[in-house]
């Protein structure tokens, strides 16, 4: 009998370890997931394009740029976003400060040194010198830079997740071809919950 009491001791015991357990689990607020976006360099890209035709998508950045840190813990890692880059774009990460030399379409694109930093050529060219960061720029299968925002050849400042997914998804979809981002945004079907009409294009 003394055996039996303690048996059901510790199966009660048991049940409320894991009751509690629960209760606990149920009121701690789960972290969002996140996904890895598969970066590549320019160079990559441009390879793989060889064997593989896919539009580019290029993040011009700076190490001491704040905001494109930002976009690193915030908008990258978001699944939605992560699955279009990964899926429909090669995504290139580029240092607009970087010293080593690319070399594309036969011509050497160097870093020029001024006061105490420098900026990349590739740089300078795919931004058309309008050197602010973050910046993004989209590139079509054959390597012609798409613009997305009226008066500008690439996509510049920080965006949101919710927000950048329109124009991932407005270039990916090929919708760039016959509409103007204002217009995408009207027939836009967001996969998030939140409200999307956040300024795009307003820049």
Not at 9 to 36: D, M, Y
Not at 193 to 200: F, R
Request: glycine residues 4%; proline residues 5%.
């Amino acid at each position: 009998m003394q055996i039996e009491n303690c048996m059901r001791r510790s199966l009660l015991l048991l049940v409320s370890v894991a009751c509690i357990s629960a209760t606990l689990n149920a009121q701690t607020p789960k972290s969002p997931a996140t996904t890895t976006v598969k970066w590549m360099t320019f160079e990559q890209a441009v390879e793989k394009s060889k064997t593989e035709k896919r539009k580019i998508f290029i993040d011009v950045f700076t190490e001491w740029c704040g905001w494109c840190k930002v976009m690193d813990k915030n908008t990258f890692p978001d699944p939605e976003v992560a699955k279009l880059l990964n899926e429909k774009f090669y995504p290139v990460k580029f240092d607009a400060e970087q010293t080593e030399d690319v070399v594309f379409r036969g011509t050497t694109f160097k870093f020029i040194p001024y006061g105490n930093k420098g900026t990349h050529q590739l740089a300078a060219a795919l931004l058309n010198n309008q050197l602010s960061y973050p910046n993004f720029v989209f590139m079509d299968e054959e390597f012609r830079i798409i613009p997305i925002i009226q008066g500008y050849t690439s996509l510049p400042g920080y965006r949101k997740p919710e927000e950048f997914h329109i124009f991932l998804s407005f270039v990916s979809g090929d919708f760039y071809q016959k509409l103007n981002i204002q217009d995408y945004q009207k027939q836009y079907k967001s996969p998030y919950n939140t409200s999307t009409q956040t300024g795009a294009g307003n820049n």
